[in-house]
């Protein structure tokens, strides 16, 4: 999502004489690279998620990342918006065309929140926002009362929201859609994709079907089967995200294990003081529920520290630095209630992964089985 990657993408799909291989390009674009991809292209269609803080000492406060962003967006580009976020939904208060999607309310919406909230106050004139519905975060329905900014009704509105057995199911009209994700935050990327794909003349039916049949990449609420149990394995980069993924373990409403795995590297943002604004007090008020949390990562000893202020008994708390001891110590005497979840930050969701996978494809173990002799052996 970087200009390196993106313009890699470009290169293979082009031929030798500079002619494109492909009609469309659908490319995630980093908050920071938006000016300069902008410079030089002008994108047909622009969707704009949420605004939450990551990598502080990256971009500097949101507000900078928000008006960075929304000053470089071309005119002419048709911008798909979340109408539930009111950083993202300003954008579309000088602009046009705009397109709005947004959720009417999920079986966790409440009309009361004490998360952390991006957006206290008003983008457009500073008056504090009042809310008759919160979503997550700052993702709801909200109003201004100074200056009458307030949530539009999006053309593109999720109903009848439920998850059923690991399933996400929501309606839009009367079509319904089936999401293979738990967490109700995973709703908005799937409506900002099925808005996007009705505005390039994509069939519901193909929507339907690429919906139900996505495969999560890389740590997004991504399960792993392994002999002792499934493990669930989430990135976490920001107080926002990690308090919703707090409330998908909860709601699981089973024994949990979990695995928390927190670096401080450049590409996961050197100021974890972030850590302290997650709503880790939630695990301290459910820690009947809490079998073991394993804490690993540079910053290790940090998170640690973070739960045992946020009321998880010492008792349940676990350091260990090295990751294959740390798996193992996630399914070490697991019984076959309890539900496990690996919470890593971006330098370590990778090498965890590989860790899973292995253990996935070699039957749960650290390493291959050894052959038993002339196995395999040649005639």
């Given at each position: ?108 919406s ?50 009848n ?31 900002a ?18 919906l ?27 107080p ?11 709601g ?15 590409a ?22 809490i ?84 196995e395999?052996?040649?005639?």
């Amino acid at each position: 999502n970087l200009v390196t990657g993106i313009t890699g993408a470009l290169i293979q799909n082009t031929r030798w004489n500079g002619y494109s291989r492909a009609s469309l390009a659908l490319l995630e674009v980093d908050e920071a690279t938006v000016p300069k991809f902008c410079e030089q292209v002008t994108p047909t269609l622009a969707i704009v998620t949420n605004f939450f803080r990551d990598q502080l000492d990256r971009y500097g406060e949101l507000d900078t990342t928000v008006r960075m962003v929304r000053a470089s967006l071309p005119k002419e580009t048709v911008l798909v918006l979340n109408a539930d976020d009111p950083l993202v939904a300003q954008f579309g208060t000088d602009h046009e065309p705009v397109i709005y999607y947004g959720v009417e309310r999920t079986p966790d919406s409440r009309s009361e929140s004490q998360e952390t909230r991006e957006a206290r106050f008003c983008p457009v004139c500073g008056t504090e926002l009042t809310y008759t519905l919160f979503h997550y975060g700052q993702l709801g329905i909200f109003k201004c009362t100074g200056c009458g900014f307030h949530r539009l009704e999006p053309e593109i509105l999720a109903q009848n929201v439920r998850l059923v057995e690991g399933l996400l199911l929501f309606q839009v009209g009367e079509t319904p859609f089936t999401l293979s994700l738990q967490g109700y935050y995973n709703l908005y990327n799937a409506l900002a994709a099925l808005t996007a794909a009705r505005q390039l003349k994509i069939s519901d039916e193909l929507i339907e079907k690429g919906l139900r049949e996505f495969i999560p990449q890389a740590g997004r609420m991504e399960r792993f089967y392994l002999p002792d149990g499934e493990i669930t394995l989430t990135l976490v980069k920001n107080p926002t995200g990690f308090d919703q993924v707090i409330q998908t373990m909860l709601g699981v409403d089973k024994p949990l294990r979990i695995l928390i795995g927190i670096n401080d590297l450049a590409a996961d943002g050197r100021d974890i003081s972030w850590l302290w604004d997650v709503n880790f007090e939630r695990l301290g008020m459910y820690e009947a529920s809490i079998k073991q949390v394993i804490c690993t990562g540079l910053r290790a000893e940090d998170i640690a520290l973070r739960l045992k202020y946020a009321g998880v008994p010492v008792e349940k708390l676990v350091i260990e630095h090295t990751l294959t001891e740390a798996l193992d110590g996630l399914q070490a005497n697991r019984a076959v209630e309890e539900v496990a979840f690996i919470c890593p930050t971006y330098t370590l969701l990778f090498p965890l992964r590989g860790l899973l996978e292995s253990r996935q494809q070699n039957g749960g173990l650290s390493r291959p089985k050894a052959k038993a002799a002339g196995e395999g052996a040649h005639s």
